[in-house]
């Protein structure tokens, strides 16, 4: 195909996907996209080491499996790169100089690993491919997740393609990369902080009486429609919290106990030190590159 004009791939006759890795990112991912049905499973194939991820997959939906990376490769068009980020250098290394790539689109979803370090180690794999660097988060194995991505120097093409696919995990958003950490920390972390609010509230009203179960999936759906009031009616958060706040009554009672233990100023410094944690990591990464370089030398 011609990469002087956009395309998006996967309306594309014959489109195959790709997972490098298949840990609890790449399933999430996969099963969003299958539910969907804008991929069939006998369209996608997975690599790993070991049987131990693969077989379940491959029995519960049908998808193809392999030991085999340079297979993935061979057989699809995009290939999402889901191996732990210290793993990866040890699979571009063998992925080298192959003659044989179908591959036109890496996605990333490595944590810590810049475009500029994809882009190279990729280079000697399928030089004109382009990279894509996202974050996203695990609610996409219910189609409900957010995704931020950055594209590539030879991406831009191809970028129909991947919001196409990212689109598909819940919303998917373009941003610099300088804000992939920040990124990161709120919607690649932020599902564990809301988690363990989920966990307060339901604990705090079994405390009160309810059953367990029923104090779950009260806590549960008033999350959700909190936020998909937030969502759909675009005001402020305070704004909506203060129309459920009547003068002298049961909710402002509760946000004094929270004020008072520093709930907010909590969720703020975990923001900023899961932002500062990503960005070691890169710098870690950049260390390593720098020290391999003159390794190599």
Not at 86 to 96: E, K, M, N, R
Not at 200 to 221: F, I, N, T
Request: glycine share 10%.
């Amino acid at each position: 195909m011609r990469r002087s004009v956009a395309m998006d791939l996967l309306v594309t006759e014959g489109f195959q996907l790709g997972f490098i890795g298949a840990g609890n990112m790449a399933e999430a991912i996969l099963r969003c996209v299958l539910n969907l049905g804008k991929v069939s499973p006998g369209a996608v194939w997975l690599s790993a080491p070991s049987h131990t991820r693969l077989t379940p997959l491959n029995t519960q939906l049908g998808v193809n499996v392999t030991n085999d990376n340079s297979e993935v490769l061979r057989r699809c068009h995009v290939v999402l790169l889901c191996v732990k980020p210290h793993i990866f250098p040890g699979v571009a290394a063998a992925l080298q100089d192959r003659d044989d790539v179908t591959t036109q689109l890496f996605i990333s979803v490595m944590a810590g690993l810049t475009l500029d370090y994809l882009t190279q180690a990729l280079s000697t794999v399928a030089g004109s491919a382009g990279v894509v660097r996202c974050i996203p988060n695990t609610p996409c194995y219910v189609g409900e997740g957010a995704c931020a991505y950055a594209l590539g120097p030879n991406s831009t093409a191809l970028a129909p393609t991947a919001r196409s696919l990212l689109g598909l995990l819940g919303l998917a958003r373009e941003v610099p990369e300088g804000q992939i950490n920040a990124a990161a920390a709120l919607l690649g972390s932020g599902p564990a902080y809301v988690y363990t609010v989920l966990e307060a509230l339901a604990d705090g009203a079994v405390k009160m009486g309810l059953p367990r179960e029923l104090a779950g999936a009260l806590a549960a759906q008033t999350v959700r429609g909190a936020a998909t009031m937030a969502a759909r009616t675009g005001k402020h958060p305070a704004r909506l919290r203060d129309e459920v706040c009547s003068p002298g009554g049961t909710t402002i009672a509760g946000l004094h106990e929270i004020e008072r233990g520093g709930v907010r100023a909590s969720f703020m410094s975990a923001m900023e030190a899961a932002t500062n944690r990503a960005a070691e990591l890169m710098q870690a990464n950049a260390a390593k590159e720098a020290d391999d370089a003159k390794a190599k030398k």
